[in-house]
């Protein structure tokens, strides 16, 4: 009789334990396993505003030279190509006023790539990063995934309020401890998911703040501006890199994914001179390089003007997209009694509130209500870091992003069903 062995114990990293069970995971998941689903949880771009006719121009120019299409089809640099990284901060000058040098300037797979790299060059085991109440919550998983401590400071309509920093600042001093954080994390454009914007005089302060508590370990600010491009109304606030005149302390992570498309997945870091060569050594483990016929593709998008004509097509569509899920909210949600709900100018996402008690977990009823309604939603818990200020369990998340405006207001409505039925059986 043949013998049988036993299949040794399979051991996954602790990094792989973390990564493990995302919620965008299971609630993309479950958005595709319910075709029927309104998805109101996906920060996904309209597939009707992708720039199918920009992208073929610049490719059949780019292969009508053989040369070139060769270039962009063999590997390139580390840092990102050159003439992109020269567009980009042209771009950014024009934007900010920025100073930065093209040496600053880093090409990512995306903005998520440059968060990631960021987090790997800054931080060790037991570190920990600032962030606001709620903030992006990948970004929470990617300081999970390197051991750091996420700790969330208190928030206002204009986003982390200075004061509650300073706490924070004076709480780990005391503690003996202030020389483990290592950055504070900002969205300052229609945050994600908040969808707050910063003013200018509030960033300064944080930017300052950061500058001198910078006693036993230099603090950064990493600035997310994936959303920028996104206004509806009013005017653009300067880059954070505005009030950093020594460069030394803001890293701006920035990204065509919203702005142009997903799926060239071109990213960019502006950053600090003493960062730069540090996050290309990480850089150069993962890939030694971007996809270079991607930033070929995009260069010539900047280089040929071809990026603001696109962006003024978005802000038309999401405009109307922003204004449908508003006048939805109004009609349906205002009617329940502790409903509120950020009214915000720009974006892909609206922050929601609801009566005290109702939890919006995929555990509760109101998330398997809504469900069976036909409407999908993100969990405001996710959002929230595992320190710090306490998690507002009564929170969502709604994007207009990708559905039509019938659709967002059929949704908002059968949310709103969703709520009326659950707070009438008491849950």
């Known amino acids: 009789m043949a013998d049988f062995v ?9 990094r792989a334990l973390l990564a493990g069970g995302q919620p965008i995971s299971a609630l993309m998941a479950q958005a ?22 920009v ?19 063999q590997y390139g640099t580390t840092a990102g190509l050159p003439r992109l990284r020269a567009a980009l901060l042209s771009r950014l000058r024009h934007q900010s006023d920025s100073t930065a040098s093209i040496d600053q300037v880093v090409i990512t797979a995306g903005s998520n ?10 931080l060790d085991p037991g570190d920990v990063v600032l962030c606001a109440a709620p903030t992006y919550f990948v970004f929470l998983g990617t300081l999970a995934n390197v ?16 004061k509650a920093l300073e706490q924070e600042f004076r709480r780990f001093e005391n503690r003996g401890e202030l020389g483990r954080i290592k950055a504070i994390y900002l969205v300052p454009y229609f945050d994600n998911p908040s969808s707050i914007t910063m ?3 509030r960033i300064a302060a944080i930017v300052e703040a950061a500058q001198r508590w910078s006693t036993q370990t230099r603090i950064h600010v990493i600035c997310d501006e994936a959303y920028r491009d996104l206004r509806y109304a009013g005017e653009d606030v300067p880059s954070a890199r505005t009030v950093d005149p020594d460069g030394e302390t803001v890293v701006v992570a920035g990204t065509f994914s919203k702005s142009f498309s997903p799926g060239i997945r071109v990213g960019w870091g502006v950053l600090p001179p003493h960062l730069v060569d540090p996050v290309l050594d990480q850089k150069g483990n993962i890939d030694f390089g971007s996809p270079n016929l991607n930033q070929y593709l995009m260069a ?19 405009r109307k997209k922003l204004t449908a899920m508003l006048a939805a909210a109004d009609e349906h949600l205002a009617p329940i009694a502790g409903v509120r709900w950020q009214r915000p100018t720009g974006g892909l996402y609206v922050w929601a509130r609801l009566p005290e008690g109702m939890e ?37 998340r709604l994007s207009f992003g990708v559905q039509s405006c019938p659709r967002i207001n059929e949704g908002i409505q059968a949310l709103a069903n969703a709520i009326c039925a659950v707070g009438a059986s008491g849950g």
């Open 360 to 396: 919006t977990s995929t555990e509760r009823e109101l998330f398997k209500r809504a469900v069976d309604e036909g409407v999908l939603y993100v969990p405001g818990e996710y959002c929230y870091a595992p320190e710090g200020v306490a998690v507002e369990k009564n929170t969502m």
């Open 147 to 162: 051991h750091a401590r996420a700790r969330s400071v208190a928030t206002d309509e204009h986003g982390m309020i200075p």
């Open 6 to 14: 036993t299949a040794p114990e399979l051991r996954l990293s602790r």
């Open 55 to 73: 992208v073929s121009e610049v490719l059949r120019e780019l292969n009508s030279d053989p040369q070139e299409a060769r270039r962009a089809l």
């Open 199 to 201: 003013p200018l005089d």
């Open 300 to 318: 010539s998008v900047l280089e040929g003007g071809l990026l603001d004509p696109h962006i003024a097509r978005l802000r038309t569509n999401y």
């Open 32 to 53: 595709l396993e319910n075709p029927d689903l309104i998805s109101l949880a996906a920060g996904f771009v309209d597939n009707e505003t992708l720039p199918v006719d």
């Open 113 to 122: 790539q440059l968060l990631h790299l960021v987090a790997e060059t800054l």
